[in-house]
Every structure is written in C-alpha cells, then in structure tokens.
C-alpha cells in the first residue's frame, strides 16, 4: 500500500469504526476466547512478500474485534475506563497521520505550546493553584517512577545520577496499603527497594494515618534510614480510598519530604468543584498524576502531571547533549527533559479536542450522571436478598458480594462473577478486601446511560433465578 491508497484505506478504517461504535451494545463486553485462540489463527512467520491490503483488512474483520475485550462498550464496569471520547478519536487520527516525534520544541512546535496550554487549562479545570505547571505522560506509572526517582535524588542531593546510589544512606518511602501496585514498581524500578516502601496502616476510611506516617518517619531516622518522599492516594484502584491531603502534605513538608498524589482515577472527577473536598490540601503536594484517558474521556493514552516546580524533576530525568540542543533557543521548554522517554507522541491534541467538543461542563455532566447512576445502582442491590454492599460508593466506585444462605460468601461471589462475564452482557472485575473476595463496579464510559448501568440488576436477577 502507498500513500496514493490512503485516502481509500483510512474511509474504510473509519466507516469500519462507524459500525463498531454503532454496534458495540449488541457484543457481549468481554472477548470469548481461550488463551492461544488468536495466536492460532496467523501465520508462525511474517510474509517475504507484500500483501494486498483487502486481505490484511478482511483478516482483521474476522480475526481482530470477536478476539477483543470491547472497553468503549458502555457497559464495560470493570477495573477503571479507558476512555476514547469520538472527539479525541478523530484527533488521535490526525496525530497518527502526522506522527510527528514531539520531543523537542523544535521537533513539534504546536504540540509543545498546545501540551503547555492544556495543562494549565486541566489544572484550572481541576481547581489546582496556579503556581502548577507540568506535562503529559504515557502512563500513571511512568509518572510515579519520575516522581519516586525526584525523591530519591532530592534526597541524595543529586548525586545518585552521577555516582550511582550504592553507598548511600538507605532511602523510605511511605504510603498507605490503598495505593496502586504501580508505586511499589516505582520503588523497585528506581533501586530504592520494595522493603523500603513503609505501607502505613489506614484507619476505618482506609485513609493512611497521619500520626502512624509520623512515627514511622521518626522510627526510620532513629534507625539510620533517610525519609525521602510520600505517595498520596486520592482515589485508590480497589475501592476508591482516598488520604487527608492535608494532613500529610503537612506532615511530609514538616519533615522536608516530598509528596506525590496518585489520582489516577479520582483526578477527572475534580473537574466537578462539589468532588474537590476528596483531595482537600492538594495545592500543597509537590506532584499529581491523573490520567485523563480513565474518566475524562480522552482516547487511550494519556496521563498528566502537575508539579509545583519542575525542576526538581528536570534535574532528575533532564538530559540535553550536543544532538538534541535548539540552537539559539537555550530557554525553550522542551518536554522530553521533563519525564523519562525521550520519545513523545502528539497527546496533547486529543486533550483539545475533547475539552473543545464537549465542553467542561458537558464533561461534568457525565461524570455527575456516572457517580449519582452508581449511587442509585448500589442502593439496588442492597436492597436486593442475598446481596451485600462491603464498600460504599465512593465516587463512582463500589463493591458487593453476593451472601446466600449457607454458603461461603467468597466462594459464591467469584462463581457469580465468572457468571456475569461469561453471560457478556455487562463487565465487572474483583478485588480482595479486607480478606474477602468482592466485585467491584465502577461506572465511567463516555456513552453510558442509566440504561446501562442497571442492566447489572437485571444480570444479578436472571443468574441468581437460573442458578448454575
Ligand atoms: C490509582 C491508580 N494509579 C495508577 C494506576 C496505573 O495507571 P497506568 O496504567 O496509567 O500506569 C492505576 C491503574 O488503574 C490506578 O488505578
């Protein structure tokens, strides 16, 4: 295929889509394979020679979207969204077409100038002070492991870069067990060691206590460790937990530490002010990472990061040889001396896009239907016999088990959610808490409707009358 065949070849891609997104509702959410089903079905080794693309197209139509978990499905209630908005579909579109390097400056002019307006326009959607600057990230995770590696160099002065870290006094890092395992890969990435991260324990909210986070940073120096920075969770991956902000950025400043949040998730929900007390105090944390593709609805993937001053973190991760300087340009921001790739794709422009298309108000609206549809579809099932609630909404988050009579509780909870995914109709995913098995259900696609969301009632209803 040439470039005078693209024309032909993406109005086929798109009218494709048209008919996917059209019909999502009629698929059941989760894929219906068996591990090896796809791998089966291609050839062990590439072609030596071209093939036409009618055949690569039909091989995908019949291998590709019946072998796919379908995430823009609107029932699709299972671990956190990744959203695709149609809006920043079609500006992932352009940027795929353009697929320019946005490393520099100079590399993508537009691109660095609409990442920077974008991130004050999200940290003014979020309520965030406006001394907050930042960028754009590829993942939550990668934005953690820059901000656990700001801590640990903060810490060594900046000198583990330079002479490595062996011999260095042993860093700490704190959190609370609610945070997402990407802090623990954080740590262990950045040769801080998992030992190190001190999970300090939550109170009845699952919040980490601040007096516990107290006494452990003076229990660690007692004992010859060097304290270096907290991760806040606001909005955790199992049941929506979230810290006092305040009190431990008060705690963290207190003993010079540096404190990163982690509102992956919760992050999209601050575009609503009535949410903002979950993160109370937040204008104090040194680092925030939200990824906008999980509830804001922007296209898969794109994770941003606010930071009370970046240099901290250009210091840590910022490299500029001979190669990559702008001449004349000494000053200019260039994003890639902000995070850990060199490499950038064009994500701000979905961010445009989505923000222009709906509006932020027309984004509130949706994430104030998905949070008060949970709130509704909880108060169902609790009303429902054999039903539990073990968590309550919290945003839009919550999780149950299914309690007949006589019958191990986790046990019938798994079978019932093995139960739900293989009838397809809905999506929902578990997590342990507290030692016991539960579902999880969290409402945040795009197109979802209240339709949709008590189709779980319906499900629950149909599974426990046929039983298995
Ligand atoms: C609270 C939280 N933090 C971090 C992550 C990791 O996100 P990413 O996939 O962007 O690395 C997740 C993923 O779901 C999450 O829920």
Known sequence: MDKSEFTKWSNRATDWGQTYLDGLRDRPVRAKVTPGDVAAMLPSHAPDQPEPM????????????????????????????????????VAEQLANTMAAQCMLWQTSPAATEIEGVMINWLRDALGL???????????????????????????????????????HQQLRIYASAQTHSSIDKAVRLSGIGQDNLVKIPTDENYQMRPEALA???????????????VVICVGGTSIG????VAAIVKIAKAEGLYTHVDAAWAGSAMICPEFRTIWSGVDGADSIVFNPHKWLGAQFDVSVQFLADPVPQIRTVGLR???????????????????????????????????????????????????????????????????????????????????????????????????????????LTQTLHDGQFVIRFTAGQFDCTRDDVMTVVEVLADLVQSKP
């Open 321 to 427: 040889p001979a190669y990559l300087q702008t001449i004349g340009e000494d000053e200019i921001t260039n994003y890639n001396e902000w995070t850990i790739p060199l490499g950038r794709r064009f994500r701000a422009l979905k961010l445009w896009f989505l923000m222009r298309a709906y509006g932020l108000e027309g984004l509130r609206t949706r994430i104030r239907n998905h949070v008060a549809w949970t709130a509704e579809l909880a108060e169902t099932i609790r009303a429902l016999p054999d039903f539990r609630i073990v968590t309550e909404p919290r945003l839009a988050l919550f999780t149950f088990q299914f309690t007949p009579q006589g019958s191990d509780a986790n046990k019938a909870t798994e079978t019932l959610l093995q139960r739900i995914n293989d009838d397809g109709r809905v999506y």
């Open 129 to 167: 002070a406006g001394h907050f600057t930042g960028s754009i990230q590829d993942s939550a995770t990668t934005a953690t492991t820059t901000a656990v590696l700001t801590m640990r160099e903060r810490a060594y002065g900046w000198t583990g870069i330079t002479k490595g870290i062996a011999g």
């Open 241 to 244: 937990a979230s810290d006092d």
């Open 215 to 229: 006494q452990a940073i003076k229990d660690d120096r007692a004992a010859g460790f060097l304290p270096a920075g």
């Open 54 to 89: 009618e055949t690569i197209f039909a091989d995908f139509e019949r291998i590709v979207p019946d072998a796919m978990t379908h995430w823009q499905h609107p029932r699709f209630f299972a671990y956190f969204n990744s959203n695709a908005a149609p809006a920043s579909m």
